[in-house]
């Protein structure tokens, strides 16, 4: 029948009605909409003509907010609705699905001659399959419902459950990194949710990407010797990680052991230390600082700093106040330039304005920069003939390679007296927002599927078995 392309939802399935009345949308109805706006389907939300003008109001700016289409039915005329508004929505090949809540004046036999496949929502019932209704019991199972008909239509494709924070599921979504329908190189996305059982979740896909960090609640570093002992984690990490260790032979992008290390500065540090076998003699050189969190020009003012202990100490690196971001998604290193902080000197001279007292920032926040003093077009160039991109690269797949991680993203800085080439941050699934959509999401997609692949290969290495 082909791939699910288009989905129509019933208004009694989105809205509800406060206590005076007025119609509004639940957090799991905008969770859903919010979701379908980038998902790469077409997508249209309906009512019946005789719907009220409060409500019909209401939903139209609903259907704007989420860039949808509002279809008012007419039940006698139902083909010529679709076709004003939505005509591309049931294209030649392709699959469209009617999701409703199941009320008898909605036009499910008119829908079904025109070969719609049909989805009711009912508190009563657990998903099911027939061949002429699904039935689901709760919003959060559409996704699944649609994966699950493609992945019947080619079982080779690869459904791949997504968890992390709202704020960085959008900011992937709106790039088109989460489409719920098949990428060109055999992807589907679908997001993974406390709401319904895991245990059924990670039956339903193949391999899960997560930003595990999101969930962390706080980290004793006193433990940092034996993490992840020190690591509190939300509850629904928690129920992931268990999930995860009583089932070791699961497709993880990429496994929590492997992300571990990225938490502690002092490991980091360890690994860094690794590049020096990348360095030649009277060529530019790689490495790794050392690391804290605040800017100390006296040494009494260790005395009164309040950071977390242990801490790292590091060397602070004029460099011109210019930020290399590399970001490494699988066999492919993209990198953007950016303004950053001053030099030791203009620090210093801000330090002295208050009694030279420790500048702290956060890390994990933007930091201070430099005032803007040269045209960016110089400041391109300029950075352009200072960066040893090749040696950077190398680098790039050393740590990929050393990591065991698919997706990462690090921060070199060009120390101006020695020209070394200085790693100061280090992280897994970056958003690489500075990389335009059209190289950084192709890649994305690229690396997944390469780790998903590589897992197959050694599971199946592992248990011939599984190849049957």
């Known amino acids: 029948m082909g791939f699910v392309r288009g989905l129509l ?48 109001n209401f939903l139209g700016r609903t259907a704007a907010l989420y860039s949808l289409e509002c279809i008012s039915m007419n039940p006698l005329f139902i083909t010529d609705s679709l076709n004003k508004k939505l005509p591309a929505l049931s294209g ?24 719609w496949k049909i989805i009711y929502q009912s508190v009563d019932s657990l998903p099911t399959t027939n061949k002429d209704v699904l039935l689901i019991s709760q919003l959060e199972e559409l996704p699944f419902i649609l994966s699950g008909f493609n992945k019947k239509e080619d079982d080779n494709l690869i459904v791949v459950g997504y ?27 679908v997001p993974l949710t406390l ?15 997560h930003k595990a960090t999101d969930e962390i609640i706080s980290i004793d570093m006193s433990s940092s010797v034996d993490l992840p002992k020190g690591i509190s984690f ?60 605040a800017l100390v020009f006296k040494l009494e003012d260790f005395q009164d700093l309040s950071v977390p202990l242990p801490a790292i100490a590091q060397e602070y690196v004029d460099h011109g106040s210019l930020l290399f971001k590399f970001y490494v998604l699988g066999d492919k290193v993209f990198y953007a330039i950016k303004k950053s902080m001053p030099n030791a000197n203009v620090l210093v001279s801000s330090s002295e304005k208050t009694g030279f007292s420790p500048l702290q920032f956060n890390s994990l926040k933007s930091l201070p920069v430099a005032k803007e003093d040269q045209p960016s077009s110089d400041v391109q160039k300029i950075s352009e003939q200072s960066l040893d991109l090749e040696l950077v690269h190398q680098a790039a797949n050393w740590l990929r390679t050393t990591l065991g991680l698919t997706i990462i993203g690090f921060d070199v800085v060009i120390q101006e007296d020695s020209g070394d080439h200085v790693i100061v941050d280090l992280n897994y699934l970056p958003s690489f927002k500075e990389i335009p959509d059209c190289d950084a999401i192709p890649a994305f997609f690229n690396a997944i599927k390469h780790a998903y692949e590589l897992w197959k290969t050694k599971l199946v290495t592992k248990n011939p078995s599984d190849a049957l």
């Open 163 to 189: 968890v992390m924070k709202p704020s960085r599921e959008e900011d992937f979504a709106k790039r088109g990194a989460f489409p719920m329908c098949p990428t060109q190189n055999g992807l589907m996305f």
């Open 234 to 293: 939300s509850g629904g990490m928690c129920e992931l990680e268990r999930y995860f260790r009583g089932h070791p032979e699961c497709c993880i992008v990429d496994p929590l052991g492997k992300i571990y290390p990225l938490l502690d500065r002092l490991k980091i540090q360890g690994i860094l230390l690794g590049l020096e076998d990348l360095n030649i003699k009277n060529h530019n050189k790689i490495r790794g600082p050392h690391f804290m969190k």
């Open 9 to 56: 939802l019933d208004e009694s399935l989105l809205l509800a009605d406060d206590e005076h009345g007025d119609p509004f949308l639940p957090p799991r109805s905008a969770r859903l909409l919010r979701r379908l706006q980038y998902s790469k389907l077409r997508v249209g939300i309906c009512h019946q003509e005789d719907l009220s003008s409060r409500k019909a």
């Open 92 to 115: 030649s090949g392709e699959t469209c699905f009617y999701v409703a809540s199941g009320k008898s004046n909605e036009p499910i036999s008119e829908l079904k001659k025109l070969g």
């Open 195 to 209: 709401e319904l059982p895991l245990e059924v979740q990670m039956k339903a896909v193949d391999a899960i990407l």
